[in-house]
C-alpha cells in the first residue's frame, strides 16, 4: 500500500527572504529545529545546494535521548522551494509563497512506517510552529502595522 505524503504548513508574519534565510541557516536552525521546550538543536549543517547534505542533532534538554537527522538536497529553489532526500530514503519538500501577511510555509513529506501518521504529523507541525515563533520573534520588521 502506498502512502501519501503528509502535510504541515504555517503562515509566517515575515518577508519571504527573511523566512527562507532562518529556514537555511544553521545559526537560525539551532534555535528553532525542535518540537518543544525540553528539546534543543545543539548544531546543524547545510550545503545548500543540489546533491548538498543539510543535518541537524535534536536531543532532549536533560540528555536522555537524541538523534541525528539529515538528508540530500535534490532541489533548491531560493526563495521557493527545497527538495531533501531524508537519510532513510523518504522524501520532504518544503515550498515558500508570499502572502499577504507574510509567507506560507508548506512541508509534504513521505511518512515513516514506525510511527502513526497523527504523530509524525503532530511532530512536523510542532516544528514548524517552533520555526514560525523563532521568525516573528526576530523579524527585523515586525508585525504589521509597527
Not at 60 to 89: Q, R
Not at 109 to 117: A, C, G, K, S, Y
Request: glycine residues 8%; hydrophobic residues 30%; negative net charge.
Amino acid at each position: 500500500m502506498t502512502k501519501h505524503p503528509i502535510r504541515v504548513e504555517t503562515l509566517v508574519n515575515a518577508p519571504i527572504e527573511e523566512v527562507w534565510h532562518a529556514y537555511t541557516t544553521p545559526e537560525h536552525i539551532t534555535r528553532w529545529n525542535f518540537a518543544s521546550a525540553d528539546w534543543c538543536c545543539p548544531r546543524a549543517e547545510v550545503d545548500l545546494r543540489p546533491g548538498g547534505r543539510q543535518s541537524a542533532r535534536m536531543e532532549a534538554k536533560d540528555g536522555s535521548m537524541g538523534f541525528d537527522f539529515g538528508g540530500t538536497y535534490e532541489e533548491v529553489v531560493p526563495p521557493e522551494a527545497l527538495t531533501l532526500i531524508l537519510d532513510d530514503g523518504r522524501k520532504s519538500r518544503t515550498t515558500f509563497e508570499a502572502k499577504t501577511g507574510g509567507t506560507l510555509v508548506t512541508t509534504l513529506f513521505d511518512p515513516e512506517d514506525e510511527h502513526p501518521e497523527d504523530l509524525q504529523r503532530d511532530g512536523w507541525q510542532a516544528i514548524l510552529d517552533s520555526f514560525k515563533s523563532h521568525v516573528e520573534n526576530t523579524s527585523r520588521h515586525g508585525a504589521p502595522g509597527t
